[in-house]
């Protein structure tokens, strides 16, 4: 069925038809809860009218006290004017909206209709309240390159600031340092919840920033010498915006199925003009898919599909809860999705490679493995001389589950819609004026778009007849899986003295029935695609298969410990734990998908900010957290919790976990039973 179908989408589909939908959609200013998104949404609808594919745009109320589930709201937002110029001493422009959007940090509030001016005070990042001690920041613009939700706090909530200007530039070593795209700016934003006080904001590239930078500089100097003179230079900023309660839009596509049962394609339209690869690519991809599918269907070339296949054309994140909120009850029949990122880069200049992004383990699917294999098929690009080998010419890989983009609240298992996320990583120009129609490859682009139709036509026809070769890429796949870590034990053995050995055993040992469970877990998910009358005999070949991956998994485990000079010991599968009595607690969530920390945080009295702010700092970024929240059933207790974060991602900060879980308690989002 791959190699069949994948043929059929690489004859047909067309990576210069994608990038014109990703040029098209690229010049709208996409901001979530906007006109120019509205715009957008417009184009597309338009596009897969004309394919003659089902398709409409559902509007979602936008404002402050609306939420989708954790998901909480903010206004819509328009801008038609924004300046920010230098008075004194070079009276030059610094910002301005009209030729660049992202110059201007979105969602900002309007200034006075005639403007202001206001002294510009240079922090260092302003990340710290000892920056601000012994400065008048009254009616001043602060101007920095720290975290902007930080500088707002202090700068604007506490000392009276009324805009900031940002010449931050996020590092992504080694592909991304700041002076490597010293003239581009990073696209920034506001998150308004309606407590805040209002303020504005403009964005600088580094090279800009570091040239204003030198000017403050010079003025305090003038100032030292000549306390007559003023100390900080003088701008003028002017926006013209408005915040008023709106709407975001969804843009939903639907092929019609033989069942109720459904797929889900999903791909986000937002992001500023001119955002290209992020993520007019997805857009541009799932327009062609649906084009293509909806042709070869109508032309009798493809049947109806066993499943439906839905396509979202979505605000990131938010067009996503919005969607299941609203869905609920029809959840539990869509049964895979796939989530597109930025999936169109030229690799040669955006420097990262195309991946595969495995959905979560705590969501126990198959169609990682299945994106995966696919991408293998995608990747048979050229052969070498004697024609006896063939390759890929682009770089490309898989990764384990880290989410950041709308694949990891479908994947949520309190949502339960396994969800493969395609995307390009790192990028070089990612978020910021820099990720232009000139970064798009439409040969990159034909390629994800044949491994998504591939994708969707699979998961949309799976059956009984599909088991063989989807078992066997199972088993595959986890003996490969086993293998690489027996290896790396064999490897870290050697390093050991003796006495030590045993103790890599039970480590190794420990990871391996995790494996297996997991593994069994991931082929149990296919009697989701399996009719009723098909599901007892699905279980045999089920408890099959769980009986000969332990027989493999134990003669291998023999065999590597023997090779390593350590005995086996103990049969495998017989791993008992105890535990601590404070980790014998029973977490259990009280909502369903992920939660965004910041919106929920600002909720709380300041003190409380305060506090998570220094406990962040404390912590750094852990990576772990979502993981963590994933494995939380109502049923298992804390240490097997923690013991499966630790499986999953290779390590777990026991300390860092409960306090955050502490936080989530007090946030009314989890609760505690013995």
Not at 124 to 141: H, L, Q, T
Not at 264 to 291: F, R, Y
Not at 310 to 331: C, D, K, V
Not at 606 to 624: C, I, L, P, V
């Amino acid at each position: 069925m791959l190699k069949e179908t994948l043929a059929l989408m690489q004859r047909e589909l067309s990576g210069d038809r994608a990038f014109s939908h990703v040029a098209a959609v690229s010049s709208y200013h996409r901001i979530q809860s906007s006109p120019g998104f509205r715009e957008s949404a417009k184009y597309c609808l338009a596009q897969l009218q004309n394919f003659g594919v089902e398709s409409q745009i559902i509007s979602y109320p936008s404002d402050y006290g609306v939420r989708y589930w954790t998901q909480i709201m903010w206004q819509e937002w328009s801008c038609s004017e924004a300046t920010l110029k230098l008075l004194e001493p070079t009276g030059s422009t610094l910002a301005d909206y009209s030729v660049d959007k992202i110059s201007l940090i979105q969602r900002s509030y309007p200034t006075p209709p005639q403007g202001v001016e206001a002294p510009l005070i240079l922090l260092d990042k302003g990340e710290e309240e000892a920056e601000y001690d012994g400065i008048d920041f009254s009616g001043a613009i602060v101007f920095t390159g720290g975290d902007l939700n930080t500088v707002r706090s202090w700068a604007v909530e506490k000392r009276g600031a009324i805009g900031i200007v940002s010449d931050r530039l996020m590092e992504f070593p080694p592909i991304r340092h700041r002076y490597d795209i010293p003239d581009a700016m990073q696209y920034t934003s506001f998150w308004w919840s309606g407590k805040e006080k209002p303020c504005f904001g403009f964005v600088l590239s580094p090279k800009a920033g570091d040239m204003l930078r030198r000017t403050c500089q010079s003025v305090a100097l003038e100032h030292q010498a000549d306390p007559s003179k003023a100390p900080y230079p003088m701008v003028s900023a002017m926006v013209k915006s408005q915040l008023y309660p709106g709407a975001i839009e969804n843009v939903e596509a639907f092929i019609p199925g033989e069942s109720e049962e459904e797929i889900i394609l999903e791909a986000h339209l937002c992001h500023p003009q001119a955002s290209a690869n992020d993520n007019a690519s997805g857009v541009g991809v799932l327009l062609e898919t649906a084009h293509i599918l909806q042709k070869l269907i109508s032309e009798g070339l493809l049947p109806k599909p066993k499943r439906g296949i839905r396509f979202l054309l979505i605000p990131e994140m938010t067009g996503t809860y919005a969607w299941l909120s609203q869905n609920e009850a029809h959840i539990p029949k869509v049964k895979a999705g796939l989530n597109l990122d930025m999936v169109g880069e030229r690799q040669e200049l955006c420097q990262g490679p195309f991946v595969v992004e495995y959905p979560p383990h705590s969501t126990l699917s198959f169609v990682g493995d299945l994106a995966a294999a696919i991408l293998e098929e995608v990747a048979l690009e050229a052969k070498n001389l004697g024609g006896t080998g063939s390759y890929a010419l682009f770089k490309h890989t898989t990764a384990p589950f880290s989410g950041g983009s709308d694949h990891y609240i479908l994947s949520d298992p309190t949502v339960g819609i396994p969800a493969p996320m395609l995307i390009q990583w790192p990028d070089k120009f990612y978020h910021t004026s820099a990720d232009t129609i000139d970064k798009v490859d439409p040969k990159m682009l034909y390629r994800v778009a044949c491994l998504t139709a591939t994708y969707a036509w699979i998961t949309a026809n799976i059956g009984s007849t599909e088991l063989p070769w989807l078992l066997g890429e199972q088993r595959t796949r986890y003996l490969n899986e086993i293998g690489k870590v027996m290896i790396n034990t064999m490897h870290a053995c050697a390093d050991l003295p003796p006495e030590e050995r045993p103790e890599a055993r039970l480590v190794l040992r420990e990871k391996l029935e995790y494996l297996y469970n997991i593994r069994c877990g991931q082929i149990a998910s296919l009697a989701n695609f399996l009719k009723a009358n098909e599901q007892q005999e699905f279980a045999e070949t089920l408890k099959r298969q769980r009986e000969l991956l332990k027989q493999l998994t134990t003669k291998l485990w023999q065999e590597q410990l023997t090779a390593c000079g350590v005995d086996a010991g103990e049969e495998i599968f017989t791993t008992v734990t105890k535990s601590s009595d404070i980790a014998q607690r029973i977490p259990m969530r009280t909502f369903r998908g992920p939660w965004n920390s910041r919106s929920w945080i600002e909720e709380l009295p300041t003190s409380d900010q305060e506090q998570w702010a220094a406990f962040s700092k404390r912590y750094g970024r852990r990576g772990n957290s979502t993981v963590l929240v994933y494995w939380i059933d109502g049923k298992r207790n804390l240490e097997d919790i923690l013991k499966l974060v630790a499986q999953e991602t290779g390590s777990v900060d026991r300390e860092y976990c409960i306090e955050y879980l502490d936080w989530m308690t007090k946030l009314g989002l989890i609760e505690w039973k013995s």
